[in-house]
């Protein structure tokens, strides 16, 4: 079975950085659209990044500035870079993949104030 496994997420305090990653050791994902989304407790999914096959990235107004996606498919990796983060960055990151209609299980990010 295929799977998307984040890692990275933890606690920080506002202002602080994370980096979180997504891979899977089953198949390669550099044909597939890759993104993060997240979602707070009591609210819904919310797309925060994305970036093409070709490295064409694009992010949320609310994120813009603060996170960068990037990807290595040498490593068969998708990383959010998030920088000054903030506590209304709270929430659970998923990854998705699109050509595989795969989403990850989620890690838990927490920006302390």
């Known amino acids: 079975q295929v799977q998307l496994v984040e890692s990275g997420g933890g606690l920080v305090q506002a202002g602080g950085s994370l980096r979180l990653s997504c891979t899977t050791s089953r198949v390669p994902i550099s044909a597939n659209t890759m993104a993060w989304y997240r979602q707070a407790t009591g609210k819904q999914r919310e797309w925060v990044a994305t970036?093409?096959?070709?490295?064409?990235?694009n992010c949320a107004d609310s994120v813009k500035g603060r996170f960068t996606i990037s990807r290595d498919n040498a490593m068969n990796t998708v990383s959010l870079q998030m920088n000054n983060l903030k506590p209304e960055d709270t929430g659970v990151y998923y990854c998705?993949?699109?050509?595989?209609?795969?989403w990850g299980q989620g890690t838990r990010v927490t920006v302390s104030s």
């Open positions: 998705y993949a699109d050509i595989l209609n795969l």
């Open positions: 970036i093409t096959s070709g490295g064409r990235t």
